[in-house]
């Protein structure tokens, strides 16, 4: 069988293989071709030996059977009865007698060219420019992604091995590394976080013992948290590490209040231990008030509701629990140390470092208790600062960019490319590969894969898509949005086919698989008012500033051949509306005739007419159809054609008809600005209800 079938079959197994390993929820086939043998009609040789396409297509389905036959029984031995019905290769075909005119029989290669082809020829996938299919691997809800990628690893190179030399793989994108490089980011924050903590109460207290006894709240606060997550089911990712680290601040706060006053009562020359006592007596109860009052700032976080909420909500959770582990260490295990290692120094001698901390934190308490001085002497100017700050507060969080989630960078790029409506695919296919050109001659991209033809994401002949894998950040001099800035003009210049793209967030919440980054959808009964209001909107949307790549999914000027058929004509000529239709569905629609049973799958074969008669509508002239006196009707005698555009598509949301505009915005132009220029758009344009 062909290459295509291989690489079909390799791709099948896979898939099949990898839907197995532990934490992968399904296996997305893109660009797979199967295997199915074509039959290309031609449509005057077939009229010259009087033949119509279905009288074909009739010839062809009986042609190639596969039917249980049954056995022979005898007295002593049992045989299954099997014959060679099946038709399995195009060379198969060529040879078979499809009819018989003047006591000569007529070939299938007399009027029509078997082909070893594929089921859909009108999508193809490449990885850089060499034809591929794509895996799309997604893991289950729950399943830790590191992990089922080392499963995943593990699993390959036993495939690859059991491949033939012609089919090799690659892995296109690999998510867990820059999961990985974020975790570990953010463990390092935590360290360092940790680390200057600690030097800062070195610095302050400038006694060893003394800055050892908060630090070690630290560790324990972390390591207590971490029970609670556990128990909680919560993961090691992101925002839990983002908890974590802002705790990290938090979490020393009460052990240095605590060890504060338990130095103070030592340095009055009380003992370790009765200073351990009654300081941690004295300032229990601030301890606790402390505790509980910054739990209680992330308490309404954890019960936020909508998106906002299932994203903090662990967040949350994590640093609470992070405060009370640490007020429960303060509370036990800070004055316990205190009582055992800490001592009375109060003849101790300090070097001059020491001295020259010490004259500046004198000054610095002076300064504070002056200035405190001033502000209890003027309370009405104090409270008209407080008043101002509050005021420029609202003035400057109503000026400040507002947006959802930064833009990150997370080493990819997608695009969606879009043609005429009316392109072929061969066209189709050939502006893309000019698109990849040029992105392959990019040096901050790795890799990149692209695919044309209708999907279930994209269902229309004119799209296509890219996925641009980047060159790790350290590798390369520009981010992912300086990059897509950089390619826009260049793939503007190709002639015949626009090129969306957009920098992936990290984080993908609701809405649809658009050309551009954000969405505004309208919503009609009326068809007509919905195409219209879509249109006008949409140009207006391209006129704001910072506004780029508006698009939208409405894709109602697709080409169609209307075909009117005669009623009364064909009755008269002893044809039936169903009989058309039939010659027609087998000659255009790429129709399966008949099935290939083969060891591990099945294959279609398919009927159509050859590819010079589907260029145009003048080519339907050339179909016949046989009428029920015998004769051969030509199909432009029962017929009139026009061209005319509708709708490729009519898009949903919500049961209701439906049409979305994306559009992309310049780095610089927040999401709060860009929602207020749309509303205010709404307003000028006063939108039907």
């Given at each position: 069988l062909p290459l295509s079938t291989v690489n079909e079959y390799a791709a099948t197994q896979l898939a099949q293989r990898l839907s197995t390993v532990t934490g992968v929820a399904q296996v997305l086939v893109f660009g797979s071709q199967k295997y199915a043998v074509r039959i290309q009609a031609n449509p005057d040789q077939m009229a010259s030996r009087g033949m119509g396409i279905d009288e074909l297509r009739q010839a062809i389905a009986q042609a190639n059977v596969n039917q249980?036959?049954?056995?022979?029984?005898?007295?002593?031995?049992?045989?299954?009865?099997?014959?060679?019905?099946?038709?399995?290769?195009?060379?198969?075909?060529?040879?078979?007698?499809?009819?018989?005119?003047?006591?000569?029989?007529?070939?299938?290669?007399?009027?029509?060219?078997?082909?070893?082809?594929?089921?859909?020829?009108?999508?193809?996938?490449?990885?850089?420019?060499?034809?591929?299919?794509?895996?799309?691997?997604?893991?289950?809800?729950?399943?830790?992604?590191?992990?089922?990628?080392?499963?995943?690893?593990?699993?390959?190179?036993?495939?690859?091995?059991?491949?033939?030399?012609?089919?090799?793989?690659?892995?296109?994108?690999?998510?867990?590394?820059?999961?990985?490089?974020?975790?570990?980011?953010?463990?390092?924050?935590?360290?360092?976080?940790?680390?200057?903590?600690?030097?800062?109460?070195?610095?302050?207290?400038?006694?060893?013992?003394?800055?050892?006894?908060?630090?070690?709240?630290?560790?324990?606060?972390?390591?207590?948290?971490?029970?609670?997550?556990?128990?909680?089911?919560?993961?090691?990712?992101?925002?839990?590490?983002?908890?974590?680290?802002?705790?990290?601040?938090?979490?020393?706060?009460?052990?240095?209040?605590?060890?504060?006053?338990?130095?103070?009562?030592?340095?009055?020359?009380?003992?370790?231990?009765?200073?351990?006592?009654?300081?941690s007596r004295e300032i229990g109860f601030t301890i606790v008030s402390m505790t509980v009052s910054l739990t209680a700032v992330f308490i309404p976080v954890m019960f936020m509701s909508g998106i906002v909420g299932r994203l903090l909500h662990e967040f949350a959770v994590t640093i609470c629990a992070s405060i009370l582990v640490s007020g429960i260490v303060s509370l036990t295990l800070t004055p316990m140390l205190c009582s055992r290692y800490l001592k009375h120094t109060a003849n101790e001698k300090h070097g001059r470092v020491f001295q020259a901390f010490e004259r500046f934190f004198a000054a610095l308490l002076s300064g504070y208790e002056r200035s405190l001085r001033q502000a209890m002497r003027h309370?009405?100017?104090?409270?008209?600062?407080?008043?101002?700050?509050?005021?420029?507060?609202?003035?400057?969080?109503?000026?400040?960019?507002?947006?959802?989630?930064?833009?990150?960078?997370?080493?990819?790029?997608?695009?969606?490319?879009?043609?005429?409506?009316?392109?072929?695919?061969?066209?189709?296919?050939?502006?893309?590969?000019?698109?990849?050109?040029?992105?392959?001659?990019?040096?901050?991209?790795?890799?990149?894969?692209?695919?044309?033809?209708?999907?279930?994401?994209?269902?229309?002949?004119?799209?296509?898509?890219?996925?641009?894998?980047?060159?790790?950040?350290?590798?390369?001099?520009?981010?992912?949005?300086?990059?897509?800035?950089?390619?826009?003009p260049k793939l503007a210049a190709v002639p015949g086919i626009r090129v969306y793209m957009q920098n992936p967030p990290a984080i993908r919440i609701g809405g649809q698989v658009t050309a551009a980054q954000y969405q505004y959808t309208l919503q009609s009964t009326d068809l007509e008012e919905l195409y219209r209001w879509t249109a006008t909107l949409l140009d207006r949307v391209r006129q704001l500033p910072g506004f780029v790549d508006a698009t939208s999914n409405l894709k109602n000027d697709g080409p169609v051949v209307v075909l009117d058929i005669d009623r009364d004509k064909i009755a008269t000529l002893g044809l039936t509306f169903g009989q058309v239709e039939d010659a027609l569905q087998s000659a255009f629609s790429a129709r399966q005739i008949s099935t290939i049973y083969g060891t591990t799958s099945q294959y279609q074969v398919i009927l159509e007419v050859a590819p010079e008669y589907q260029l145009d509508p003048s080519k339907l002239s050339r179909l016949y159809v046989r009428a029920s006196s015998g004769k051969l009707i030509p199909l432009d005698t029962v017929t009139r054609h026009t061209q005319r555009t509708q709708a490729m598509t009519i898009n949903h949301q919500g049961q209701l008809p439906s049409a979305t505009i994306s559009f992309n915005l310049l780095p610089g132009v927040s999401l709060g600005d860009a929602v207020d220029r749309i509303k205010t758009l709404e307003q000028e344009m006063r939108l039907p209800a």
């Amino acid at each position: 069988l062909p290459l295509s079938t291989v690489n079909e079959y390799a791709a099948t197994q896979l898939a099949q293989r990898l839907s197995t390993v532990t934490g992968v929820a399904q296996v997305l086939v893109f660009g797979s071709q199967k295997y199915a043998v074509r039959i290309q009609a031609n449509p005057d040789q077939m009229a010259s030996r009087g033949m119509g396409i279905d009288e074909l297509r009739q010839a062809i389905a009986q042609a190639n059977v596969n039917q249980p036959l049954g056995q022979l029984d005898g007295e002593r031995q049992a045989f299954s009865i099997k014959d060679n019905g099946q038709l399995t290769t195009a060379a198969a075909y060529r040879p078979l007698i499809v009819a018989w005119r003047n006591g000569a029989p007529v070939r299938l290669e007399e009027v029509a060219t078997p082909i070893d082809g594929v089921e859909n020829s009108r999508i193809a996938a490449w990885n850089v420019d060499k034809r591929a299919i794509v895996l799309a691997i997604q893991r289950q809800p729950g399943a830790n992604t590191i992990e089922t990628v080392e499963s995943i690893k593990r699993t390959l190179p036993a495939f690859q091995a059991s491949l033939p030399a012609s089919i090799s793989m690659t892995t296109l994108y690999d998510r867990s590394i820059t999961i990985s490089e974020s975790i570990e980011d953010v463990q390092f924050t935590l360290v360092l976080a940790g680390l200057l903590v600690i030097l800062v109460i070195l610095l302050f207290l400038r006694n060893l013992s003394a800055t050892l006894i908060p630090a070690l709240a630290l560790p324990i606060s972390v390591v207590g948290t971490f029970a609670v997550m556990y128990t909680l089911d919560y993961s090691l990712d992101n925002l839990s590490l983002l908890a974590l680290t802002l705790a990290v601040g938090f979490v020393v706060d009460d052990a240095i209040v605590m060890l504060e006053n338990i130095v103070r009562h030592i340095e009055q020359g009380e003992t370790p231990l009765q200073a351990a006592i009654k300081g941690s007596r004295e300032i229990g109860f601030t301890i606790v008030s402390m505790t509980v009052s910054l739990t209680a700032v992330f308490i309404p976080v954890m019960f936020m509701s909508g998106i906002v909420g299932r994203l903090l909500h662990e967040f949350a959770v994590t640093i609470c629990a992070s405060i009370l582990v640490s007020g429960i260490v303060s509370l036990t295990l800070t004055p316990m140390l205190c009582s055992r290692y800490l001592k009375h120094t109060a003849n101790e001698k300090h070097g001059r470092v020491f001295q020259a901390f010490e004259r500046f934190f004198a000054a610095l308490l002076s300064g504070y208790e002056r200035s405190l001085r001033q502000a209890m002497r003027h309370p009405r100017w104090v409270v008209f600062g407080f008043v101002l700050s509050v005021v420029f507060s609202g003035i400057l969080f109503s000026q400040i960019p507002k947006g959802f989630l930064p833009s990150g960078d997370s080493g990819q790029i997608s695009a969606t490319t879009e043609g005429a409506q009316d392109i072929s695919f061969a066209a189709m296919a050939e502006k893309q590969r000019a698109v990849a050109a040029i992105i392959a001659e990019d040096p901050n991209i790795r890799s990149f894969m692209s695919s044309v033809g209708p999907t279930n994401s994209r269902p229309t002949l004119n799209s296509g898509s890219f996925s641009l894998m980047l060159k790790p950040r350290h590798e390369r001099e520009l981010s992912a949005d300086e990059i897509i800035q950089k390619l826009r003009p260049k793939l503007a210049a190709v002639p015949g086919i626009r090129v969306y793209m957009q920098n992936p967030p990290a984080i993908r919440i609701g809405g649809q698989v658009t050309a551009a980054q954000y969405q505004y959808t309208l919503q009609s009964t009326d068809l007509e008012e919905l195409y219209r209001w879509t249109a006008t909107l949409l140009d207006r949307v391209r006129q704001l500033p910072g506004f780029v790549d508006a698009t939208s999914n409405l894709k109602n000027d697709g080409p169609v051949v209307v075909l009117d058929i005669d009623r009364d004509k064909i009755a008269t000529l002893g044809l039936t509306f169903g009989q058309v239709e039939d010659a027609l569905q087998s000659a255009f629609s790429a129709r399966q005739i008949s099935t290939i049973y083969g060891t591990t799958s099945q294959y279609q074969v398919i009927l159509e007419v050859a590819p010079e008669y589907q260029l145009d509508p003048s080519k339907l002239s050339r179909l016949y159809v046989r009428a029920s006196s015998g004769k051969l009707i030509p199909l432009d005698t029962v017929t009139r054609h026009t061209q005319r555009t509708q709708a490729m598509t009519i898009n949903h949301q919500g049961q209701l008809p439906s049409a979305t505009i994306s559009f992309n915005l310049l780095p610089g132009v927040s999401l709060g600005d860009a929602v207020d220029r749309i509303k205010t758009l709404e307003q000028e344009m006063r939108l039907p209800a």
